[in-house]
């Protein structure tokens, strides 16, 4: 593997490394002697009366403080209880590395109701990280990674004296980046958690023997009643919200918005199906959306741009421009309340801590899915010329207010992109004693009596479901949940069929079946809503009786007919849980009706966990369906799924199906056999290549003839030779080993080669180890790479790559030091102790004395255009700049902000402290296949897995046997052994170039 081709997987987003290794990064002796304290002045924090003055918000709104310190410091999360007391959690460890003590929970109350908090009791003062909390049956959740407790004061002094933990096993990222957050409480009674980037191995501890669950790239639906969890679609980072209607939004800090586009559940009802990522951006401009910042540039930003221009440190002078676009977004909220005009009902509104402000956003409905408008012209909804302004989360309050927390840091931007010579003039504990919590209210605003919602009777929350205001309806909902009074049941009942609201509607919905009250003919009554929102709400309910209620399916079915396309959406996953002939021709009708939609097309298939090979022949017999090239596509989804099945019924179903296609639509035929066979098994396969079935075996035969004449004819276009050579992995091996063999010919495109090698693994024969070592010599550099991963997928083929190192026909540095790395620690011993003697030799010299030695290459001059030629060479397989090279790796187009010290030491050390994202991984399938790579993408049924050389594989959890972190970069050590000082000089010189 070549060693240039990872070096920025990792640099980025690589975690702050410490100040004590800073300190070791000692600058030439110019530098040191260059004393900047008189060009850095430090900016003065203001009192909370004077940051009031500094605020410029859209015209009808004023801000106003509600707490300040002492009363609160760093808020993070905020949570109202019915009474309107809010639980603040504290996060002074953020940014600060060697900081040792602990975070706090507060409990900040109104007790005059002026609208200010004035009195704050300790509730935690002894948690580390404590990243979310939610108000819940007179206690808290509180995450706490890697724990979420629940604390309760139980004796009226404010302070927890019950304190249970109720889930464990998440992980906590070294820079504090990528921890659950975001509790928020939805209409179906569960608190919907975000998860971020870190993962972990959950257990809830309610379960006896519950074994841990990988929460990695996923989301969590909590019963806060039985303290059980459910995974489902997850996103983001830091912040998540839920609109009225409970659609997700999630933010990271270079994307500003996006939508989840469906539930992780019910994907996981077809365990055959690899759906896309849930995530979608909704912002047009993505993180280039343009802002309007009103703070000017912090002097050390100026300072460091000036020392980068005149070359005493390296990176880009940045075109003068060191702000402006999405690097910290946070805190997503959708505006639920009821104090703002009607207009700004359902707003996404998004924290920007570097830039100090905070952007809105309109959300405007585009087909199944939504998009996020810029809606404040020319401005943001609210800036502040303050650089200490850091509105890190938003929240929806009891008086239909918009509350901002302001963490108040004077340094927000990790310490590792700050030269050191700047740094030793800041102050990373600068405002860890500070905070602010604002609200954000209509210039006509009165405050309203305080909420008193812990002495309101049954009926009193009932007819809060009707309230305009989200906070007042969702705690209702919650202490209706939380009481089990089942006098609540017929008053619900009554709300559903005769309130005005629909919102209330579909809550009282809701709320019976959390009181386990909801009858199916609730449930028939909504389907008939005159609303579209409480008809979707109404199909997630009527899930529940499907198995037993021949009417209820019966009424699911119809929905497939709504005039409203959100309502047949919803009803296509929901048919999921109906089973029999009459729910195939509906998915079946549906697909002939949307199906030109993707999303449309997943949710048809999720509900096919069984009936793909009838819903197939149904639409098989509609000609302009499978003229078409959504249909085509769909059908193409629909026989890799018979083939993965392999039910002996459902391929004799589908072949029949293919084998009555007229003869001109042979190429039709030859398609959707190669799809079945492409995911079948090895006994599905020997079943089809040997069938009796003239037909069929005639149809198989042609369809690889011709992808063997297509595969080798050198005039064809690359894209369709490719597709040939992927279609010769349906041939027994032995047929095709010498057309293989031709195809690895150094006359072959590069890209030809690699299709070749990345379908030989497909055949577990040993003697496909021998055919690539012959081609061996006639393999470029980057096509090796891409033969060692192929060589390194089965265990018979890892003992032939050994032989060839031990003859000198392989070198070392080939295998690249990141795979003898892993061939170090493989799960098989023969191959551990063999690596190991094998690979003494590269041994790799310790971190520290490496990035000691190359330091140098910070103070040479180094060659742009010999740079790019590096980059281009070596590194476009993952990483893209001036539109050249593959984006699987981190974002490179701000990386002139990083400064080249804290990049020779992530490319030199990549192991020193590694983003979650970036930790490399090994797949085992149940075929015995190895893969290695990072995963892009998990959903609740699929891996993907993306390789170093750019190309992928998305497995199914059925077929892995066995899913394993390295713990390790995916951008290996060793780099030292390739690259010397003047051509690091040179590569560091192209990265701080580009514009």
Known sequence: MPRLLLLLLTILLLVPFSLATLAAQKPDAAESDNDLQAELPRIAAKSPQEALATFKLQ??????????????????????????????????????????????????????????????????????????????????????????????????????????????????????????????????????????????????????????????????????????????????????????????????????????????????????????????????????????????????RNVRTRLRSQGVVKGSDEGGKAGGFFTAATGITAYRGNAWPQEYRGNLLVGEVSNNLIYRATVEPKGVGVVGRRADADAEFLSSTDNWFRPVQLANAPDGSLYVLDMYRELIEGAAFIPPMILKHLDVNSGADRGRIYRIVPDNFKQPPLPKLGQASTAELVSLLESPNSWSRDTASRLIYERKDPSAKPLLRKLATESQSTLARAHALHSLNGLEGLTAE???????????????????????????????????????????????????????????????????????????????????????????????????????????????????????????????????????????????????????????????NAKTKQQLTGTSNAKIAGLLKELILQAQKTATDEQAKPAQRIEAIRTLGLSDFAAVTDLFTELLQLRQPPKIQSATLETLVRFDDAAVAELILEAWPQLSPSVRARAIETLSARPAWITALFNAVDDDLVRPADVGAARIQLLKTHKNRAIRQRAEQLFAAQALGKRDDVVKAYQSALSLQGDIEAGRQLFRKNCTSCHQLEKVGTALGADLKAIKDRGSAAILLNILDPNREVKPQFVGYVLITSDGRSITGLITNETANSVTLKRADGTGDTVLRVDIDELSSTGISFMPEGLEKQLNPQQMADLLAYLNAVE
């Not at 459910?230 to 918005?257: A, I, Y």
């Not at 999303?599 to 009838?614: D, H, I, K, N, P």
């Not at 959504?630 to 392999?646: I, R, Y």
């Open 522 to 680: 609730d449930v028939l009554r909504g389907l008939a809503d005159q609303d579209p929102h409480v008809r979707i709400e109404s199909l997630r309910l009527a899930e529940q009786f499907a198995a037993d209620s021949p009417q209820i399916c019966e009424a699911l079915y119809q929905a497939t007919g709504d005039t409203d396309r959100q309502v047949r959406y919803q009803a296509a996953f929901s048919i999921g849980a109906c089973n029999g002939p009459r729910r195939d021709a509906v998915l079946a009708a549906l697909i002939l009706k949307d199906g030109d939609d993707a999303w449309f097309r997943l949710a048809v298939q999720a509900s096919l966990g069984q009936g793909a090979a009838g819903v197939a022949a149904e639409l098989l017999r509609d000609q302009p369906f499978r003229e078409s090239r959504h249909g085509v596509a769909f059908l193409g989804k629909l026989a890799e799924q018979v083939g993965t099945q392999n039910r002996d019924s459902d391929v004799a179903t589908f072949l029949t199906s293919v084998q009555s296609l007229p003869a001109e639509e042979t190429k039709l035929a030859q398609t959707l056999i190669g799809g079945l066979l492409g995911k079948a």
């Open 59 to 300: 015209p009808g709104f004023r801000i106003e403080l509600v707490a300040a310190e002492p009363l609160v410091r760093d808020p993070v999360s905020i949570s109202f209880d019915e009474n309107g007391r809010a639980y603040v959690t504290e996060l002074p460890r953020y940014n600060r590395y060697e900081f040792q003590g602990n975070g706090t929970v507060k409990i900040l109350e109104d007790t005059n109701g002026d609208g200010t908090f004035d009195t704050a009791k300790v509730f935690l003062d002894d948690v580390k990280y404590p990243t979310a909390v939610f108000a819940y049956n007179g206690g808290a959740f509180v995450a706490d990674p890697p724990r979420v407790l629940f604390c309760k004061d139980t004796d009226g002094d404010g302070r927890a004296d019950v304190r249970q933990t109720v889930m464990t096993g998440f992980n906590l990222d070294h820079a504090g980046e990528a921890a659950l957050n975001s509790f928020r409480w939805g209409m179906d009674n569960r608190i919907h958690l975000s998860l971020s980037l870190a993962g972990g191995q959950v257990v809830s501890t309610a379960l006896e023997d519950a074994k841990p669950v990988e929460v990695r790239g996923r989301g969590m639906v909590f019963d806060p009643r039985n303290k059980t969890f459910e995974l489902t679609t997850g996103d983001g980072q830091h912040g998540m919200t839920l609109d009225d209607w409970g659609r997700k939004f999630v933010c990271s800090n270079s994307n500003p918005m996006q939508t989840l586009m469906y539930d992780g559940r019910y994907i996981a009802r077809n365990p055959y199906l690899a759906p896309p990522p849930p995530a979608v951006t909704i912002a047009p401009d993505g993180k280039y959306t343009k802002l309007f910042r009103t703070s000017s540039i912090e002097p050390w």
